[in-house]
Structures are given as C-alpha cells and as structure tokens.
C-alpha cells in the first residue's frame, strides 16, 4: 500500500525558533498533501492543503505566515513552523492524496505524526 | 457543508464483547465515508471505507460497517472485541466524490477501550 512518512517523529525546540516538519510520499505521487493538527485528545483539525507546484490553501483561522508550507516536488511537502511559541505544541500530521484510480477516489494516506514541543 | 458526529467520546467493552461506534454524517451530497483507527501516537490508519456499491462494508482487524442512507450513518461494529483493538477510532466524511477540492472531514473521536 501507499506509504507516507514523516520527519521527524518528534522534536522538542525553544520558543522563537522555526522548525521544518517534513513529509513524503514514498512510493507514489501526491499532488495533493494535507496538514493536520491534532491537540491531546481531540480530533484532527485541517490546516492547510498543499498543492505540488503553487500555493497551499489555508484553511480558516491557520495563519498562514506563521505555518509556512512548501510542495516543492510530487513526493515532498514541508510545514515549517516559524517563531514557535509554547501554543504550538500540538501533534501534526500530514496526509498525501493518492492519485484516482491508483487506490481507487483519491484516498488520502496518512503519516505517522510529528510530535512538537515548544519550551 | 458536511459534519460529522461521533456519539459517545469513550465506549469500554469487555473483551470477546461486540463493538459498536457510532457515526453520524451531514452532506449535502452523497459522501464518500471512511473510518480510521489512531493508536497513541501515531498517524491514521484506514480501516474501511464506502464510495459506493455495497452498503455493508468489510474492513482490516474484523471491523465492518454499513452504510443506511436513510439514517445517515456509518456505525463500525466488531463482532467480539480483542485487547489490541483499543485505540482511538474516528470517521470521516468526504463529500465531493473525489474531486480535486475534496477534503476529509473528521469527527471528534471515539476512544475504544477494551477490559478483561
């Protein structure tokens, strides 16, 4: 099946530095990426959508200058999170759309997370 | 706009019990529907889906759900519970067919626990 991966699985970071979250697709292309953040306990809130190639759209309320994202190749997308304070704490997951027909309707298929802790 | 509502945050069953997690959607337009299982720390895993066809849908680990229009919902059932199966299971929602704007809609969650 399709395998999307994540990098790094976990980082601890002081407040105000940026740190980059990575996220591949390892055995297909993804045109389409999504990231995620969930908060202890709580259900997986969209942040943006990435698109291979031009901007990601961000959904309501995600600021888009603090959470930057870039879908530089089909297998490659990176958030980085700038100026990170302890409120960004949160655990983010990142999903690649495969293509239609591949997996049949552009099922996503899912990281294994990246845990954030700001000090 | 599209909703989906997970009744009861936290079911517990005694293993060998059945399993049954609800789910309730709102869609303007047929959905596609997806239950995933999330174990602590992790990412997402899909456990079954429906696009169409069947209602009654099979998935991984001995998880099935069915599809009733009528109800608007997607319950997940096993028939007897096993330890491993506890986790945090949510369904989701995505209704635009698999256009290119599709997006997932998540419910808050269901934590399964699963008691000797």
């Known amino acids: 099946g399709a395998v999307v991966s994540q990098h790094p699985s976990w980082v601890i970071c002081k407040s105000g530095t940026s740190v980059k979250i990575e996220c591949r697709s390892l055995?297909?292309?993804?045109?389409?990426m999504f990231w995620y953040r969930q908060f202890p306990k709580q259900s997986l809130m969209l942040m943006a959508t990435?698109?291979?190639?031009?901007?990601?759209?961000?959904e309501q309320g995600v600021e888009k200058d603090k959470f930057l994202i870039n879908h530089a190749s089909l297998t490659l997308s990176t958030l980085t999170v700038t100026s990170a304070h302890p409120e960004d704490s949160s655990f983010y997951i990142c999903?690649?759309?495969?293509?239609?027909?591949?997996?049949?309707?552009?099922?996503?298929?899912f990281g294994p997370g990246t845990r954030l802790t700001v000090l | 706009a599209q909703s989906v509502t997970q009744l009861g945050s936290h079911v517990s069953v005694s293993e060998g019990a059945l399993v049954l997690l609800r789910c309730n959607y709102s869609?303007?337009?047929?959905?596609?529907l997806f239950w995933y299982v999330q174990y602590p720390n992790q990412g997402l895993q899909l456990l079954l889906k429906?696009?169409?066809?069947?209602?009654l849908v099979k998935g991984i680990n001995g998880f099935e759900a069915e599809f009733k229009k009528s109800e608007t919902s997607f319950h997940l059932t096993k028939p007897s519970a096993h330890m491993s199966d506890a986790a945090e299971y949510f369904c989701?929602?995505?209704?635009?067919?698999?256009?290119?704007?599709?997006?997932?809609?998540f419910g808050t969650g269901t934590r399964l626990q699963v008691t000797l």
């Open positions: 869609s303007s337009v047929p959905p596609y």
């Open positions: 429906y696009t169409t066809g069947a209602t």
């Open positions: 055995d297909f292309q993804a045109t389409t």
């Open positions: 990435s698109n291979e190639g031009s901007k990601a759209t961000y």
């Open positions: 989701a929602v995505n209704p635009i067919r698999g256009g290119t704007a599709s997006k997932l809609t």
């Open positions: 999903s690649a759309r495969v293509p239609a027909g591949l997996a049949g309707l552009g099922e996503q298929f």
